[in-house]
């Protein structure tokens, strides 16, 4: 299980209330009821036995996972799911637990635990998985991108260090390529993105856009065309790539 176990304690719940506070950073996503969602529901189980609900849009064989920021849920990604499934991708969004359609107590610290769930869900339904994460599930995608087979990561807003998570040490194992996104003005993770692309290993490129948007509020925001832009073309610049048969005895 991919977490480090963490005390609530006055450290955590102050910066807890720095992100809450910080309300210039979060542009608003359509409010949206679970049953708006669209795609098809689908449920699985992590390693420790929670119950997780998300849904599943596309039929593709090249699968894109996307992980929400807290204090959010999956629904800020349902646009660019539907974008993704009509593109030629399977996307699957989906609640870390404790938010909104997902069962057991909210614990950002098993955000790892919770995608690597996602990730084994998705592993028999396409030939290569993509993970794009905001802010929290940023983290999570880069622990699970340090242990597992995948095509690519995007980061969008991605700290450091957040919720009992510390990826620094992680980011050096990922070897898929990574696109690092984040607002230059964004207070929350201010330097920390940079901090992680100098860190990585793997083949790297960074997006800065102007403001203070934080996470998939960027989607939400002036920038969000370009950024769905930009997503779509770092998912085809890294498919494998397919020659055509040689004739025999050639």
């Known amino acids: 299980m991919f977490h480090a176990p963490i005390k609530q304690g006055a450290s955590?719940?102050?910066i807890i209330a720095i992100w809450l506070l910080t309300a210039g950073c979060f542009t608003p996503a359509p409010t949206r009821k679970p049953q708006d969602l669209g795609g098809q529901h689908v449920s699985f189980t992590t390693s420790d036995g929670v119950l997780l609900r998300g849904h599943l849009y596309g039929t593709g064989s090249t699968g894109v996972i996307l992980a929400h920021m807290y204090p959010a849920d999956q629904s800020d990604w349902t646009d660019f799911a539907q974008v993704l499934a009509a593109h030629g991708y399977q996307a699957l969004t989906f609640d870390f637990r404790g938010f909104t359609e997902s069962e057991g107590s909210s614990g950002t610290e098993f955000a790892g635990t919770?995608?690597?769930?996602?990730y084994q869900f998705m592993s028999p339904r396409v030939s290569r998985i993509f993970i794009a994460g905001a802010s929290l599930?940023?983290?999570?995608?880069?622990?699970?991108?340090?242990?597992?087979?995948?095509?690519g990561i995007i980061l969008i807003s991605v700290p450091t260090s957040f919720g009992g998570i510390t990826v620094t040490e992680s980011i050096r194992h990922v070897r898929a390529p990574i696109l690092f996104v984040t607002s230059a003005g964004d207070p929350l993770v201010g330097g920390q993105p940079e901090i992680l692309y100098r860190e990585a290993q793997a083949p790297k490129s960074?997006?800065?856009?102007?403001?203070?948007?934080?996470?998939?509020?960027?989607?939400?925001?002036?920038h969000g065309p370009e950024l769905q832009a930009l997503m779509l073309r770092f998912l085809t610049d890294n498919q494998p790539t397919t020659h055509p048969s040689q004739p025999a005895g050639h």
Do not use: C, K, N, S
């Open 114 to 118: 919770d995608l690597l769930a996602a």
């Open 206 to 222: 960074m997006t800065v856009y102007p403001g203070r948007a934080h996470g998939t509020a960027i989607l939400f925001g002036p």
């Open 137 to 151: 599930g940023a983290e999570a995608a880069i622990l699970i991108a340090a242990r597992e087979d995948v095509a």
């Open 12 to 14: 955590t719940l102050a």
